[in-house]
């Protein structure tokens, strides 16, 4: 449509050709004809579609049809009951197993971390953006982590909060009696947790001072001019001008958390101890490869999509509303 | 607009509750094309299984001069994994290797039994029953695998003890122990219970020690009673031993493979649940501590009357699956995978108990020979028994023991539950 509305202001304006004669018709005899019109309108029509096509179809049969086809299995049976259907066993076995019950205890450990997760880039973004000293050097080392690979943040940092490792050493020069990072369950999970934002931060920061550059200098000079002290302006200033930059980092950071904690998981702690680090996504690569139960394992990939989408869904409305000065 | 849109989602989700398909896949279609048969191991890449396998091919092109075998080396850590899937699309190899035990009784739909083409091997091999199940046989065991007790002599000559002689009970046992952290400020037991493997080890090193020689083959045939004393004696004794400061420390956030035995070879420890083939194992041991220093015990009598035996069963062997075109080829195959020829290749090279055994073993140092000297009157080691799950949930809960956020009374009933549902 807008294609034609173009098409007849591009005839009705004059082409300021003054030399040549008033009858100036259009190149290659696409004239005025209206029987011409429909057929190139509606090629034109489709073009947007066929350009497209490309990317629908990757993500209607890469994405959206194995989903239909996890839910699917997820409704039939493991090994004696292979290919049939058994209604919502699966998803009851999912409701009385201890082990995805921690699963999904961590993910609301991890939900409730979240703001940490994000304040704690935001807070070094907003320190290089006000020109801390070394705020060059700064920048180029926070984003260096986030290019090593999970396998190999995982082999490090399991080097170095081994129990008699050199995290330990230092503490027992400091005084302080030896931890079991890893090994200990209660402190092993917020372990792989602050590993795992030690190893991603470094995106989310490039992404809070991309913000930052599109801020307008002058309200926070005029804040200065005030008198506002920095956590002032940092409140007051800085804050609801990145409201929209803090949603996206919210929902990368909490769909990360959920999705690529993998492969520190399997490094670093293989769930354990006793189960302690257990995520759904750790819980559906044990139960399909090992335990042999791909149809539970689909159960529990379709539980883990439909909390994603919930907390993703609550995210964006909560933080909108939060931020409604756009 | 609004309407087409709501229909469509509604389609989508009748389709996707429809609960039809599998997500196991079908065990229908055929591979192995015609002269080709596809063996998938883990074995394949390591450099010391290259003679045995060169070995076991020469023997199937004797029989089969025309079939070509292919070898595909997994990793070890996601062999199983992938190993579903492969067995989910149907599509899989012809031959397969399993550990014994769980792993392969767990997928025993999978696999062809083998009764009828192994007669001829059952005199010869060793190690069959953790390929079995309901009394028939999936798989031609290789190695056998089980878990003496390690320890360093040095160690016992350092303190003044005598290194031939190792405790024979268990008071013994801790006095020795004692004895060797006071003269040398080591550990008694390396342990490295991260994987959730080190209970695994100590149920098959110490529960001969225990159990009752009726309560041992009551386990091996299926009749379990977790809340039996002695049973339980074993997660007690777990608990004790982490509690008494016998472990080395750490011991839920050190991996067994291989850190575990690290700390036995680097001298962290004077004992160590090891292994009889392959890995942490007398080859490994004999590397480090020289194999004059190597010391092997049995477990030490801790309940009276119990008989103390080396715990060990088939370690790894190779099964046919079901989908394959000719069973009895793979059959075939599998045979010169445990030929004699084969078998002496890897137990030189890798440092593995075969299971053939009338092999000869006289090289391998004095540990070696303990063991050897132990196969005829060993039992079938008891965490074989277990199925794959109830070991997932015994990891799991041994490390709650470690910790203290578990007793041995819950940690059995768990267990009980879990072995009666699978």
């Known amino acids: 449509m807008t294609v034609e509305r173009s098409r007849s202001s591009l005839r009705s304006a004059p082409y300021g050709r003054s030399d040549e004669p008033a009858a100036v018709t259009p190149a290659s005899g696409r004239a005025a004809s209206p029987r011409r019109w429909p057929r190139y309108a509606r090629s034109e029509r489709l073009a947007p579609y066929v350009l497209v096509l490309p990317a629908i179809l990757v993500i209607a049969l890469l994405r959206l049809w194995p989903l239909l086809l996890g839910v699917n299995f997820s409704f039939t049976g493991d090994a004696e009951r292979d290919g049939r259907p058994v209604g919502f066993d699966n998803y009851a076995t999912l409701a009385y197993d201890d082990l995805f019950q921690s699963a999904l205890r961590n993910v609301g450990l991890l939900v409730l971390i979240l703001p940490v997760a994000v304040a704690f880039p935001g807070l070094l973004a907003t320190f290089i953006y006000l020109k801390v000293p070394g705020h060059r050097f700064f920048r180029s080392v926070y984003f260096f982590p986030a290019v090593l690979s999970p396998v190999i943040v995982g082999a490090i940092f399991n080097l170095v909060l081994a129990f008699d490792g050199p995290l330990n050493a230092m503490l027992g020069i400091a005084g302080i009696p030896a931890v079991d990072w890893l090994g200990d369950p209660h402190a092993a999970i917020f372990t792989v947790v602050g590993v795992h934002i030690w190893a991603t931060f470094g995106m989310a920061l490039v992404v809070f001072l991309a913000g930052f550059a599109t801020l307008d200098g002058s309200t926070q000079d005029a804040a200065r001019v005030d008198g506002a002290s920095i956590p002032q302006i940092i409140w007051h200033v800085f804050i609801p001008g990145l409201s929209r930059t803090i949603q996206f980092v919210f929902v990368t950071t909490m769909i990360g958390m959920l999705t690529s904690m993998f492969g520190l998981l399997y490094v670093m702690t293989s769930g354990g101890p006793e189960g302690s680090t257990y995520l759904p996504e750790y819980y559906i690569w044990i139960q399909q490869g090992q335990m042999n139960r791909p149809a539970l394992a689909s159960a529990a990939s379709t539980v883990l999509f439909l909390i994603m989408l919930t907390v993703g869904l609550l995210q964006v409305s909560l933080l909108g509303r939060a931020g409604r000065d756009d | 607009m609004k309407q087409r849109a709501l229909w469509s989602v509604l389609l989508a989700a009748v389709l996707a509750l429809a609960g039809c398909g599998s997500a196991g896949g079908s065990t229908t279609t055929d591979s192995g094309a015609g002269g080709k048969l596809v063996v998938w191991d883990w074995k394949s890449s390591d450099a010391n299984a290259a003679n045995f396998l060169a070995k076991a091919k020469t023997d199937f092109a004797k029989k089969h001069p025309g079939v070509t075998v292919e070898l595909v080396a ?219 220093k190597v010391g092997v015990m049995l477990s030490p009598v801790i309940t009276p009357g119990a008989v103390p035996v080396l715990g060990y069963d088939g370690g790894i062997g190779y099964g046919v699956a079901k989908w394959t075109k000719d069973p009895a080829l793979a059959a075939d195959l599998v045979r010169s995978l445990s030929c004699a020829e084969a078998l002496k290749a890897y137990s030189t090279d890798a440092g593995a108990v075969a299971a053939d055994t009338t092999i000869d073993t006289s090289n391998g140092g004095p540990a070696l020979a303990v063991i050897v000297s132990e196969i005829k009157s060993g039992k079938p080691a008891l965490h074989v028994a277990l199925s794959a799950k109830t070991q997932d949930l015994m990891g799991r809960l041994s490390q709650g023991l470690l910790s203290g956020s578990v007793t041995v009374d819950e940690a059995v009933t768990q267990l009980a539950a879990s072995d009666k549902a699978a």
């Open chain 2, 74 to 292: 997994q990793p070890f850590d996601q062999y199983y994994t992938l190993l579903g899937s492969a067995i989910q699309a149907g599509k899989g190899p012809d031959v397969m290797l399993f550990n014994g035990g769980g792993q392969l009784r767990d997928r025993i739909g999978s696999l062809v039994a083998l009764d009828q083409y192994i007669g001829p091997d059952k005199a010869r091999l060793a190690g069959w029953d953790a390929f079995s199940k309901d009394g028939k046989i999936y798989a031609a065991p290789v190695t056998l695998q089980g878990h003496p007790i390690y320890y360093n002599k040095s160690m016992y000559e350092k303190a003044g003890l005598n290194p031939d002689k190792p405790a024979t009970t268990w008071n013994d046992f801790l006095a020795n122990c004692a004895a060797i952290s006071q003269a040398t400020g080591k550990k008694c037991l390396a342990m490295g219970n991260k994987e959730g493997i080190g209970i695994q080890f100590f149920m098959s090193s110490f529960g001969p020690g225990i159990l009752t020689t009726q309560e041992y083959a009551d386990w091996i045939a299926g009749k379990r009673d977790w809340q039996s004393p002695h049973v339980k004696k074993i997660f007690q004794l777990w608990k004790d031993a982490g509690d008494a400061g016998l472990n080395t420390d750490g011991a839920n956030s050190t991996p067994m493979f291989m850190d575990m035995f690290g700390l036995f070879q680097g001298g962290k420890s004077s004992h160590v649940l090891g292994l009889m083939s392959d890995v942490g194992a007398w080859k490994d041991f004999n590397e480090f501590l020289t194999p004059q």
